[in-house]
């Protein structure tokens, strides 16, 4: 985490460890969306990839400092 202190108080970042795990996932030239998640879309059960699990533990420790995409990690998280 990173912490940044302006006058008008102290902010909590985790732009880095976001650029790590888009850049891990190959993911650093996609473009942004307006929309988190598909609406819909079927899922499957992952098949035990480690690199799956690490990818959604990442994930949630992200949610601390950005709390609107815990819903989309939790739908995620199940098909563990």
Wanted: overall charge positive; glycine content about 2%; charged content about 25%.
């Amino acid at each position: 985490m990173e912490l940044a202190r302006r006058p008008s108080g102290m902010f909590i970042c985790q732009r880095k460890y976001t650029l790590d795990i888009l850049s891990e996932c190959k993911m650093l030239d996609c473009k942004p969306s307006t929309f988190l998640m598909e609406e819909n879309k079927k899922l499957a059960l992952d098949s035990g990839t480690p690199h799956y699990h690490r990818l959604i533990d990442r994930l949630i420790y992200l949610t601390i400092t950005r709390p609107e995409i815990t819903y989309y990690v939790h739908i995620l998280s199940q098909f563990m």
